[in-house]
C-alpha cells in the first residue's frame, strides 16, 4: 500500500505522530494535531482516474467501498487492514434540490446535504467509523485500550455508542443531563454504552472527559481527535461528487464544536491539491444567537476571540461556548472567503418550520443554517444565480419535542407562525366536511 498518513502538530512544531499513538495534542508544544497524508503518492494517480474510481465505489457491492467514507479510503484512512474498519453504512447521503423553497426565496439552484439519514441520524457517523475502526486496529495490534470515551451535545455519543456496539469495544458518554433530546440519550442507552449525566453543559463534559482520558488506556473520540475529521471532510467531496464534479458557489452549514467546518474545508481543499476540481466554493458558518462565540470573533475580523458561557437554544447540538477547532475553522473560513450568519431562536424555528412545509424535515441545527441563509440572501450576499448546498446535519425525527413544542406554541421566544395543530372534532360526518372546506378555502394547508 503506498498510500500513508500521520498525526501532525498544527502549530510550527510539526513533530509527526503515528495514528496508531494515544495522543492528542503535541507533546512537545501543546498543540492541536491534524491529521495529514502523503500527497506526492495520490498525485500518481490523475485526478480523472481518482473520479473515476470514487465513481464506481458510489456503486460498490464490494464491502466496505459502498460506504461514503470508505469508498474514499487512500483518502480518509488508507493504511487500516479492511478486517478492523467498523462500518455502518454511512456517507452516501441524498443530495436533495429543494425547487419549492428555492423559489419561495428567490433562490432557484438551492441544494441541501441529508447527512441526518445516517444509521445514527446525523452526520457523526462519518467521523466516527474512521475513529473506532482505528481503535480496532489499534485493540487488534495489543495496545492496551479498556474503552472509547466522549462528552457530547449528544449526537456524538450516539454515533460512539453504536460504532462501539457494532465492534464489541466498550464506549463511556458523558452527556450534560437534561441538556439532549429523549432520543439522543436513549441511543447510546441501547447500545450498551456506559451513559453518565452530569449536572453541567458540554464544555463542563469536555473538561472532564479529557481528565478522564489523561488515562492512556481511555481513548478520547472528541473532534479534538483528528481522525473524526478525516471522515467527515469526505462531506464536501460527496457534495462535489453529487453535483457532477462541480463547485457549488456556497455551502452552508452549522457550527458548534468547530469540527465539521473545518473537515468540510479539509476536504475541499485536497481536492484542489489533486487537481479535482480548480476552485473553491464560499462556506457560510451559522451559529445561534444564544452560543456565537465564532460569529462574535468574526464580527472583529478574527482579531478577537474570547469563549463565551453557552445561553440555553433549541439547536442543542450546537449549544457550545468554547469551541476546541477554532483554529482551524478560523483558517478555513479565511481560505473559502468566508462569513459567518447568526439566528435567533424564532428565526432558527420559523426557518426549519419553513422548510418542513416545503417538503424537508428539518432537526433545529438545520433550522440555523436555513436561518443563515435567508438571511444572506436578504442582505445581498448570496445572489439569485448563485447555486447554494445547505448542509442538514442531523434528522428530524431526532428532535421530536422541537417539533410537537413549535407546533403546540410552548416554545420560549418562538412566535411559530406555522404551528399547525390537529384540529378535534366530533365524530361526524357534517362536522369533518366544514373542516375540510374551510381549511381548503382559507388556504390553512398547502401554503
Ligand atoms: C455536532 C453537530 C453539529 C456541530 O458540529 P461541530 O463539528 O460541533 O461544529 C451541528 N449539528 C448537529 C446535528 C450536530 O450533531
Ligand atoms: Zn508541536
Known amino acids: 500500500m503506498p498510500y500513508h498518513n500521520w498525526f501532525q502538530c498544527t502549530r510550527g512544531c510539526g513533530r509527526r505522530y503515528s495514528i496508531y499513538d494515544v495522543v492528542y495534542r503535541c507533546e512537545d508544544c501543546g498543540g492541536l494535531l491534524d491529521v495529514e ?52 453504512g454511512e456517507g452516501n447521503t441524498a443530495l436533495l434540490r429543494v425547487e419549492r423553497l428555492g423559489r419561495e426565496i428567490g433562490l432557484p439552484d438551492l441544494w441541501v446535504k441529508q447527512c441526518g439519514t445516517s444509521h445514527t441520524g446525523s452526520f457523526k457517523d462519518l467521523g466516527m467509523t474512521v475513529l473506532v475502526s482505528v481503535v480496532k486496529q489499534m485493540i487488534a495490534d495489543g495496545k492496551p485500550i479498556r474503552a472509547v470515551a466522549c462528552a457530547s451535545t449528544g449526537d456524538t455519543s450516539a454515533a460512539l ?161 468554547a469551541p476546541v477547532s477554532y483554529e482551524r475553522a478560523v483558517k478555513v473560513l479565511r481560505a473559502f472567503a468566508g462569513v459567518v450568519e447568526q439566528a435567533s431562536e424564532d428565526e432558527l424555528a420559523d426557518a426549519a418550520a419553513r422548510a418542513d412545509r416545503a417538503g424537508l424535515y428539518c432537526c433545529p441545527q438545520t433550522g440555523v443554517a436555513l436561518a443563515a441563509l435567508f438571511k444572506l440572501v436578504k442582505k445581498g450576499e448570496i445572489l439569485p444565480e448563485h447555486r447554494v448546498v445547505v448542509i442538514s446535519t442531523a434528522h428530524g425525527l431526532k428532535f421530536t419535542g422541537f417539533k410537537v413544542g413549535y407546533h403546540e406554541r410552548t416554545l420560549a421566544d418562538v412566535v411559530a407562525r406555522h404551528a399547525n395543530p390537529p384540529l378535534e372534532l366530533p365524530a361526524n360526518v357534517g362536522a369533518v366536511k366544514e373542516a375540510i372546506d374551510r381549511a381548503l378555502r382559507t388556504r390553512m394547508i398547502g401554503e
Request: glycine share 8%.
Open 161 to 321: 455508542a453504536a460504532y462501539c456496539a457494532a465492534a464489541g469495544i466498550p464506549a463511556i458518554v458523558f452527556l450534560p443531563r437534561g441538556k439532549v433530546s429523549t432520543a439522543q440519550l436513549v441511543q447510546p442507552i441501547a447500545h450498551g454504552a456506559l451513559v453518565l449525566a452530569l449536572d453541567t453543559d458540554f464544555d463542563g463534559c469536555m473538561r472532564i472527559v479529557q481528565q478522564v482520558t489523561a488515562d492512556r488506556t481511555i481513548y478520547l473520540a472528541n473532534s479534538m481527535n483528528s481522525l473524526r475529521i478525516e471522515g467527515q471532510k469526505t462531506v464536501g467531496i460527496e457534495i462535489v461528487q453529487q453535483l457532477g464534479w462541480e463547485v457549488p458557489d456556497w455551502i452552508i452549514i452549522p457550527a458548534g464544536n468547530l469540527g465539521n467546518v473545518s473537515a468540510l474545508g479539509r476536504g475541499l481543499l485536497m481536492m484542489k491539491e489533486l487537481g479535482l476540481i480548480d476552485r473553491l466554493p464560499r462556506i457560510a458558518c451559522a451559529q445561534a444567537a444564544n452560543a456565537n462565540p465564532l460569529y462574535l470573533s468574526y464580527l472583529t475580523g478574527f482579531r478577537e476571540y474570547r469563549p463565551v458561557s453557552a445561553q440555553k437554544t433549541l439547536a442543542s447540538a450546537i449549544q457550545i461556548g
Open 37 to 88: 497524508h502523503d500527497l506526492e503518492a495520490l498525485k500518481e494517480r490523475s485526478a480523472d482516474e481518482w473520479r473515476a474510481l470514487f465513481d464506481q465505489r458510489t456503486r460498490s457491492v464490494e464491502w466496505p467501498y459502498g460506504s461514503g467514507v470508505w469508498g474514499k479510503k487512500e483518502w480518509v484512512c488508507p493504511q487500516i487492514a479492511l478486517a478492523n474498519v467498523v462500518s455502518l
